[in-house]
């Protein structure tokens, strides 16, 4: 099987997936392009579609937040601004802003705890 002709996206599990669509919908700045209420939510971006889903009752034991080392990366403009609206949606990164050879970036949390990075690459 080779995984080259598959298209792929990120799911993301939730016990509370209208505070998570509240949360991407004001990060995105856009509402979901599939929304099914209590149920699922996808986002299309420029790279990527980004879902969102509440598992069965009977299933949300498998999601529980592990401790996962997986990380949301988003790729910013203007790392300042998001860091601003992020604060400004109640979720102010915790950090300070990590100089990289490849660029700036925070750390920060979505609703359900996972892990955010926004990233700012260096100009040129």
């Known amino acids: 099987m080779n995984f080259n002709y598959f298209d792929a996206f990120l799911t993301i599990a939730t016990n509370d997936i209208e505070t998570s669509v509240n949360f991407y919908s004001q990060l995105f700045q856009q509402q979901p392009t599939i929304y099914r209420p209590l149920v699922y939510a996808e986002y299309k971006l420029k790279n990527i579609r980004i879902a969102i ?3 069965k009752l009977e299933r949300q034991a498998e999601f529980n937040n592990l401790g996962s080392s997986m990380s949301i990366c988003l790729e910013v403009e203007d790392l300042t601004q998001a860091i601003a609206t992020l ?3 109640g979720y ?3 950090g ?6 490849h660029g700036k ?3 920060a949390c979505d609703p359900a705890g ?3 990075i926004l990233h700012q ?3 040129g």
């Open 53 to 55: 889903f509440q598992p």
């Open 87 to 89: 604060t400004q949606m």
């Open 92 to 94: 102010p990164p915790p």
């Open 96 to 101: 300070e802003i990590i100089e990289a050879s």
């Open 105 to 107: 970036e925070i750390y």
């Open 114 to 116: 996972n892990r955010l």
């Open 121 to 123: 690459s260096k100009s």
